[in-house]
């Protein structure tokens, strides 16, 4: 007979090992709870026992799923040949379980299961995953629904542009630019404007590149000055692509940079050494994120003045200090001690004692800082 006991918490339990367990007999027919608890038996053979009683019980399901990747070889076939067996939408109704198995070094049988459910079978099948809270089974949904074509360049887009996962963006964003023929402007309300409308950068990135792909080069211009280098490097490919050199545009941006504070970054990342110093003028801009752009724009020419960057650590702006910081890193040994120590006084701003801590680490004071 099969024994268990449980301490008066009922939070632990402890097997009677001096139960004879060669073969598992009962006295009466388990329940489905019984044989909850012989299925985790640490003996192998009142596992597989168990697994013989646990044909065409549902509930027991997760722990056949678990059991599937057992160490012990009688028990993991025993458990496979069960859940070969199963209806495929209760595979799927335990997609997460499954998946998190599959991480195991045997776990693979039970995923390989549910990916064939989700490739076969009715769309609703995999409709029902897609909206999962569980990432790993969202992914999976997605991936199947993209190689079965079951979802339009609408939705893909929609998805794209709103998913809070990077993986299923990146998924949904390649399958709906794929959906746009070469060379023509149909889909660019339903694809193209979702994904330039999203918030993510890697899916404006795709949005710009297929503006290339339904011939709408000029379009991209106004996304040079997108606040992510990703998208303004994909806006100048497809300008230039179109026979469109971005450098002027960036040159006459910079002239009256407040409503487009990137322009400083993106004339330094395309343009010519002689740009530096109109580059280096927004330094004293009045508008904070035009002189962090600056820094950004100065770093991509390699024309970083240590003299024109150093003032701006004590610059009210938190984000001017960050990139002044990044851009004093490779000569923070420049910079005297005392004044890194001024800003770390109490009264200084958070954004300032961040720096100081940061380039005193570059200086190798890690014993200072402790103390």
């Known amino acids: 007979m099969f024994h268990s006991n449980a301490s008066p918490s009922g939070r632990r339990l402890r097997w009677d090992r001096d139960t004879q367990l060669p073969t598992l007999t009962w006295s009466r027919k388990p329940d489905d709870a019984e044989l909850a608890l012989a299925l985790c038996h640490p003996d192998g053979r009142t596992r597989e026992a168990a697994l013989d009683l646990a044909d065409g019980r549902p509930a027991l399901l997760p722990l056949i799923v678990v059991r599937c990747a057992d160490w012990v070889g009688p028990v993991r076939d025993r458990a496979r040949a069960l859940l070969v067996g199963t209806p495929p939408d209760r595979l799927t109704a335990h ?12 776990g ?4 390989e299961l549910l990916a064939g459910a989700l490739r076969e079978g009715p769309a609703a099948r995999v409709e029902a995953l897609l909206g999962s ?30 998913h809070d996962d990077v993986a299923v963006r990146d998924l949904c964003a390649d399958a709906a630019v794929a959906t746009l023929a070469e060379g023509s402007p149909d889909g660019f ?12 950068a890697w899916v404006r990135s795709a949005g710009v590149t297929a503006l290339r792909r339904v011939g709408r080069h000029s379009d991209a211009e106004p996304f040079l000055t997108d606040r992510s280098a990703v998208v303004r490097a994909c806006a100048r490919w497809v300008l ?12 006459a941006l910079c002239a009256d940079p407040t409503p487009h504070p990137a322009a400083a970054a993106g004339l ?17 801009h009045p508008t904070p994120a035009v002189r962090a752009y600056a820094v950004a724009g100065l770093q991509a020419l390699d024309a970083t003045r240590f003299d024109d960057i150093r003032p701006l650590l004590d610059d009210p702006s938190a984000a001017v200090v960050r990139q002044a910081t990044a851009s004093l890193l490779p000569s923070a040994h420049r910079i005297p001690l005392e004044a890194l120590h001024q ?28 103390a």
């Open 240 to 251: 230039r692509q179109g026979g469109t050199d971005p450098v002027p545009l960036y040159r």
């Open 189 to 200: 309300a339903e694809v193209v404007a979702v994904l330039l409308g999203s918030k993510h």
């Open 95 to 106: 997609a997460a379980l499954i998946l998190r198995v599959g991480r195991r070094s045997r």
């Open 268 to 284: 330094g990342e395309c343009g010519t050494p002689e740009d530096a110093d109109v580059v280096r003028a927004l330094l004293t």
């Open 343 to 370: 800003l770390l006084t109490p009264n200084r701003p958070r954004h300032h004692q961040v720096a100081a801590i940061r380039l005193l680490r570059a200086q190798g004071m890690h014993r200072q800082l402790t």
């Open 108 to 111: 693979g049988f039970a995923q």
């Open 133 to 162: 809270d569980d990432r790993a089974v969202a992914r999976l949904a997605h991936r199947a629904a993209v190689e079965r074509g079951l979802l339009p360049a609408k939705r893909l887009a929609r998805t794209a542009a709103r």
